[in-house]
């Protein structure tokens, strides 16, 4: 992932989170999986070593992720902890109907979007037209091939 200069958006709870993977991934998983590849050289001839090669994989992306949380870490801005607010800003929770769905989510950058947490990004279709919506107010968006109305029922 390349970043520019702008500003990752994240809350203080994403911030903390991803402090403390890069902590877990300097102090813990980088010595734990330069040991595994000390180990599976004791194996022989690393052009057959399977244990080696997964190794030394897991540690190519170790070491992607390290480099993409110093970049995170480095260009960050945290958001304000929303108060009652009567628009969509990012760190607030919606309540939305979605084709006769309801659904309850929060906005948060792109950094900790999680669909599966309920949280969804900023820089997404649904959350692009979220934000400045007040209670009661529509919008349409176009979510994969079809258009859907989206309804905001209530700002918490």
Known sequence: MAFSSKKIILT????????????????????AVINRIS????????SENSEYDAAKEEQTLLEVRITQLEQVLK??????????????????????EINDEIHEFSLVGSMEANPAAKKISNESPVGKALL??????????????????IKVLEIK
Do not use: M
């Open 39 to 46: 180990r599976a050289r004791e194996f022989g001839d690393l």
């Open 132 to 149: 400045g919506l007040k209670a009661g107010e529509s919008v349409e968006v176009a979510i994969s091939p079809v258009k859907s109305r």
């Open 12 to 31: 203080k709870e994403g911030f903390a989170n991803l402090q403390r993977e890069y902590q877990e991934l300097i102090n813990q998983k980088r010595p």
């Open 75 to 96: 260009n960050f801005q945290i958001v304000q902890d929303v108060q009652k607010t009567d628009i969509v800003v990012i760190g607030s929770t919606v309540v939305v």
